[in-house]
Nanobody, 118 residues
Framework: QVQLVESGGGFVQAGRSLRLSCAASGHTSSIYQSGWFRQAPGQARELVATITWNDGSTYVADSLKGRFTISRDNTKNTVYLQMNNLKPEDTAVYYC???????????WGRGTQVTVSP
C-alpha cells in the first residue's frame, strides 16, 4: 500500500504562485510514476502533469506548459507541482496519484484546494 498526502493549496490572487507537495509513504518503492490531477466544480477530472520516478521524465499538459512544473525529491518521497502565474481558471481541487506501472493510478490522495481570485 501507498499513502499520499497533498499540501500547499490555498487562496491566492491571480498572477501569484503556489507549490503543491505530495508526500508518499508506505511501499513507495513500488511507485513507477506520480501524477497531479485537478477537478474543478462541475467539471471532469483532468491530468495536469506526471513524473517518472526512475529517470525523472516529465509530462505537463499542453495548456499548462510554461506555467506549471512537476518535480520530485526521491530522498523525501515527495513530488512537487510548481504553479506560476496562476489564473482563476486554475481553481480546482488538486489530487496526487501514484501508478505502480500498471498503466492505472492505483493510489490517490485526498486532494488540496487551490482557489485563485481575479
Amino acid at each position: 500500500q501507498v499513502q499520499l498526502v497533498e499540501s500547499g493549496g490555498g487562496f491566492v490572487q491571480a498572477g501569484r504562485s503556489l507549490r503543491l507537495s505530495c508526500a508518499a509513504s508506505g511501499h513507495t518503492s513500488s511507485i513507477y510514476q506520480s501524477g497531479w490531477f485537478r477537478q474543478a466544480p462541475g467539471q471532469a477530472r483532468e491530468l495536469v502533469a506526471t513524473i517518472t520516478w526512475n529517470d525523472g521524465s516529465t509530462y505537463v499538459a499542453d495548456s499548462l506548459k510554461g506555467r506549471f512544473t512537476i518535480s520530485r525529491d526521491n530522498t523525501k518521497n515527495t513530488v512537487y507541482l510548481q504553479m506560476n502565474n496562476l489564473k482563476p481558471e486554475d481553481t480546482a481541487v488538486y489530487y496526487c496519484a501514484a501508478d505502480r506501472g500498471t498503466l492505472e493510478y492505483d493510489y490517490w490522495g485526498r486532494g488540496t484546494q487551490v482557489t485563485v481570485s481575479p
